[in-house]
């Protein structure tokens, strides 16, 4: 059974980086769907990219194009997201989650990013802080 760990996050100054990682073990990561997650205190899940098992296709939502980079290193294991430019109202806690490669879990429709909430594995979510 795919479990998946995130790792990376932790306390940052805007406009500076952080990379957050989703190590799976059990089962191979481009088997699936990764979809990276947030939440922030008192707001609802809110996806923000995913990158396809079948052929890598990456999506994001407009709230972090142009800032976050999904990617994925099929020797280890693991699907990376790079987020630059850091401000405030990114502080949240993340998640990575893996679903299905059929039916798609997400993608772009009428333009804009779409992803299922229904994924079938998650990870225990990591905290982001963007704070001087």
């Known amino acids: 059974q795919l479990q998946l760990v995130e790792s990376g996050g932790g306390l940052v100054q805007p406009g500076r980086s952080l990379r957050l990682s989703c190590v799976g073990s059990?089962?191979?990561?481009?088997?699936?769907?990764i979809g990276w997650f947030r939440q922030a205190p008192g707001k609802g899940r809110e996806g923000l990219s995913c990158i396809r098992g079948n052929d890598g296709t990456t999506y994001y939502a407009d709230s972090v194009k142009g800032r976050f980079t999904i990617s994925r290193d099929n020797a280890e294991n693991t699907v990376y997201l790079q987020m630059n430019s850091l401000k405030p109202d990114v502080t949240a806690v993340y998640y990575c989650?893996?679903?299905?490669?059929?039916?798609?879990?997400?993608?772009?429709?009428?333009?804009?990013?779409?992803?299922?909430?229904?994924?079938?594995?998650w990870g225990q979510g990591i905290q982001v802080t963007v704070s001087s």
């Open positions: 989650a893996a679903g299905s490669i059929t039916p798609p879990m997400c993608g772009y429709s009428g333009g804009h990013y779409y992803t299922s909430p229904i994924y079938d594995s």
């Open positions: 059990g089962s191979t990561l481009d088997y699936y769907t």
